[in-house]
């Protein structure tokens, strides 16, 4: 599977994600070809070689004769629609527009319809997005991730007047994701970038396990403390990684004041609430006071009533937030019958094969105490009629 890791460590912009993909290998005349399918006129783009505090980048400029233009969600789309762009192209540029328009919708309290884009409805901005697309497509992208975003922070002037650091506009499209200022005193993320990274990619985190096969540089426009410049990395995942990824959170605390038989209550409640594993380890801590370090990973995005519990049921005064990228085979849950009853098991596959089978705790322990046998002998029974129901290649994990 042929992977894109944008490295945003600089923020990202329409123009970077351009320039990217050009310093990654997407040739020139080849973009210039396809978007000339677009119903647009008076426009140039050239890009060239520019170095950001020593590194080697590409700049791409984008002269249009067609300033201050206003269009609105309806021309963006009728626009696209008469265009003969590929059709995935097509698709994934109107989910951009789609986001920048939810989101000034959301800010300035209008529908959709009543939206107009100003500077986001210009000639530069569509060849941005659209020409986006074409780059991940004509390079073969299967999928995308992207590094945590960095936005900068201050002020930034606008046709309106003075606005925050990220924009109204940036933030709202970036909602769950994560980000970060970098104490850097300048736009690094502009609304076009943010919605690019947020329709295409799969996970914000760390750069999942790849071989690379080329790397990228797209330079912005200012030159800041910072190299600033849009790292694109290519490469496939290795075919023993081929499982499945995703972003969990570790939410972490360290107690030494809370009474131990509260712990089973909370990890209940914590379970209840959502949290995909809660474990506590034993520490000492300050003073050589024996404590527990109390570990909840969740979803990301679905951590408000977990933090809750923690602030309610224990004596905590904070916790620690860390994003981790999980990668985990695919598993389903069957139901097999035995001479002591009906239990689920968990089934865990890889690469389409079967390669664990768990049965579940909860029912073992149901039909032991029924029959009044040892809980291993229907454990073990369990997982025989799974074994021959599924038939795993060699012996599955328990």
Same mark, same amino acid.
């Given at each position: 599977?042929?992977?894109?890791?944008?490295?945003?460590?600089?923020?990202?912009?329409?123009?970077?994600?351009?320039?990217?993909?050009?310093?990654?290998?997407?040739?020139?005349?080849?973009?210039?070809?396809?978007?000339?399918?677009?119903?647009?006129? !008076?426009?140039?783009?050239?890009?060239?070689?520019?170095?950001?505090?020593?590194?080697?980048?590409? %700049?791409?400029?984008?002269?249009?004769?067609?300033?201050?233009?206003?269009?609105?969600? =309806?021309?963006?789309?009728?626009?696209?629609?008469?265009?003969? @762009?590929?059709?995935?192209?097509?698709?994934?540029? $109107?989910?951009?527009?789609?986001?920048?328009?939810?989101?000034?919708?959301?800010?300035?309290?209008?529908?959709?319809?009543?939206?107009?884009?100003?500077?986001?409805?210009?000639?530069?901005?569509?060849?941005?997005?659209?020409?986006?697309?074409?780059?991940?497509?004509?390079?073969?992208?299967?999928?995308?991730?992207?590094?945590?975003?960095?936005?900068?922070?201050?002020?930034?002037?606008?046709?309106?007047?003075? @606005?925050?650091?990220?924009?109204?506009?940036?933030?709202?499209?970036?909602?769950?994701?994560?980000?970060?200022?970098?104490?850097?005193?300048?736009?690094?993320? =502009?609304?076009?970038?943010?919605?690019?990274? $947020?329709?295409?990619?799969?996970?914000?985190?760390?750069?999942?396990?790849?071989?690379?096969?080329?790397?990228?540089?797209?330079?912005?426009?200012?030159?800041?403390?910072?190299?600033?410049?849009?790292?694109?990395?290519?490469?496939?995942?290795?075919?023993?990684?081929?499982?499945?990824?995703?972003?969990?959170?570790?939410?972490? =605390? !360290?107690?030494?004041?809370?009474?131990?038989?509260?712990?089973?209550?909370?990890?209940? $409640?914590?379970?209840?609430?959502?949290?995909?594993?809660?474990?506590?380890?034993?520490?000492?801590?300050?003073? !050589?006071?024996?404590?527990?370090?109390?570990?909840?990973?969740?979803?990301?995005?679905?951590?408000?009533?977990?933090?809750?519990?923690?602030? *309610?049921?224990? =004596?905590?005064?904070?916790?620690?937030?860390?994003?981790?990228?999980?990668?985990?085979?695919?598993?389903?849950?069957?139901?097999?019958?035995?001479?002591?009853?009906?239990?689920?098991?968990?089934?865990?596959?890889?690469?389409? $094969?079967?390669?664990?089978?768990?049965?579940?705790?909860?029912?073992?322990?149901?039909?032991?105490?029924?029959?009044?046998?040892?809980? *291993?002998?229907?454990?073990?029974?369990?997982?025989?009629?799974?074994? %021959?129901?599924?038939?795993?290649?060699?012996?599955?994990?328990?």
């Amino acid at each position: 599977m042929k992977i894109a890791y944008f490295d945003c460590f600089a923020g990202i912009s329409g123009d970077m994600v351009l320039g990217a993909l050009l310093d990654v290998g997407l040739p020139l005349e080849a973009l210039r070809k396809e978007l000339e399918k677009l119903p647009l006129q !008076n426009y140039e783009i050239e890009a060239g070689k520019v170095s950001k505090l020593g590194i080697g980048a590409t %700049k791409v400029s984008i002269r249009a004769e067609e300033r201050g233009i206003v269009r609105t969600w =309806t021309n963006i789309k009728n626009l696209l629609n008469e265009s003969a @762009i590929a059709p995935p192209v097509k698709e994934k540029s $109107k989910e951009i527009f789609l986001k920048l328009a939810q989101a000034e919708a959301k800010i300035h309290q209008k529908s959709l319809d009543q939206i107009h884009f100003h500077e986001i409805g210009a000639t530069d901005t569509i060849i941005d997005i659209v020409g986006a697309a074409i780059g991940l497509h004509q390079l073969g992208i299967e999928e995308v991730y992207s590094s945590p975003l960095a936005t900068g922070m201050g002020l930034a002037r606008t046709e309106h007047g003075a @606005i925050p650091i990220p924009s109204p506009a940036t933030l709202e499209i970036l909602r769950e994701a994560p980000i970060y200022s970098r104490g850097i005193t300048a736009e690094l993320t =502009t609304p076009t970038g943010a919605a690019i990274i $947020k329709t295409y990619a799969k996970s914000f985190g760390d750069m999942p396990p790849m071989r690379i096969s080329s790397i990228g540089y797209g330079a912005g426009t200012r030159d800041l403390e910072i190299p600033n410049v849009l790292r694109l990395i290519l490469g496939e995942i290795e075919e023993f990684e081929s499982a499945e990824m995703d972003e969990v959170l570790v939410i972490e =605390t !360290n107690i030494d004041d809370l009474n131990p038989e509260f712990y089973g209550y909370v990890m209940d $409640k914590l379970f209840k609430a959502g949290a995909l594993d809660v474990w506590a380890s034993p520490i000492y801590m300050k003073k !050589n006071r024996p404590g527990l370090a109390l570990s909840v990973l969740a979803k990301a995005g679905e951590e408000s009533e977990i933090l809750n519990i923690l602030f *309610r049921e224990t =004596t905590t005064f904070g916790v620690h937030l860390s994003r981790k990228t999980r990668r985990k085979i695919s598993r389903e849950t069957i139901e097999v019958k035995t001479d002591f009853g009906q239990a689920r098991v968990k089934v865990g596959r890889f690469k389409g $094969k079967v390669v664990s089978l768990s049965p579940e705790y909860e029912d073992c322990a149901r039909l032991a105490g029924e029959a009044k046998v040892p809980l *291993r002998i229907v454990y073990t029974v369990v997982k025989r009629e799974a074994e %021959k129901r599924l038939k795993p290649e060699g012996p599955a994990k328990a």
